[in-house]
């Protein structure tokens, strides 16, 4: 501000003018292609609906498919997708949604100079328990071989109970990361070395 006795301020704020990852999730629940709009208002044209004039059906759910260990602490992994297997998509309807997007396919190398996101996954339906199952499924359909990734985090994810009574919040994974990762276990070469000393004490137990 001016004026006597007041000293000019400048102050800066920053603007991310761009979509967000979540994007899919707003579009699939209102029926809306921002991608679209961004570019029209980037263009000089107005904002073809108010904020009073957009209405939301039903809820959608996005997952990100990685190329990552969760059980290594999330650490990004990369090589060649030697299988990608992605559900099908679906437009919205009575039977719900599937929506997939990707900027890879089979055969492609995830690289370690780049994000290793390999999908976004989103499902819709009418309500957060079916929206939730359609989810399941979907994960259920994902098969990916090459570098290692989340689905099986991810398929944990969507079954535990703090996820499906939406009692999650941003702190309980760090407090409980342990509940969504796979029991260990013992390598296969261990697992015959018990077993063959098992037998070895039961037939020295007969003999006696």
Known sequence: ADGPG???????MEINTRLQVEHPVTEL????????????????????QQ????????????????????EAGFLPGSGKLERLRLP????????????IDSGVVEGDVV???????????????????????????????CD??????NIEFLEALVRHPAIVDGSID????DRHL????????????????ATVAQLLQQEQTLRM
Do not use: C
Not at 178 to 193: G, I, K, N, T
């Open 144 to 149: 990916i071989e090459g570098p290692k990734s």
């Open 178 to 193: 342990e509940e969504f990762m796979p029991p260990p276990s013992a390598q296969p070469d261990l697992l015959v070395a």
């Open 29 to 48: 629940t209102t029926g809306l292609d921002l991608v679209e709009w961004q570019l029209r208002v980037a263009a000089g044209e107005a904002l073809p």
């Open 6 to 12: 007041v000293e000019s301020a400048f102050y800066f």
């Open 88 to 99: 099908s998509p679906s437009l919205p309807g009575s039977g719900g949604a599937v929506r």
């Open 111 to 141: 690289s370690i100079f780049y994000d290793p996101m390999i999908a976004k996954l989103i499902t819709w339906d009418q309500d957060r328990p079916r929206a939730l199952a359609r989810m399941r499924e979907a994960l259920a359909q």
């Open 170 to 173: 941003t702190g309980y994974l």
């Open 51 to 70: 904020q009073d004039q957009i209405a939301q059906n039903g809820h959608a759910i996005e997952v990100r498919l990685y190329a990552e260990d969760p």
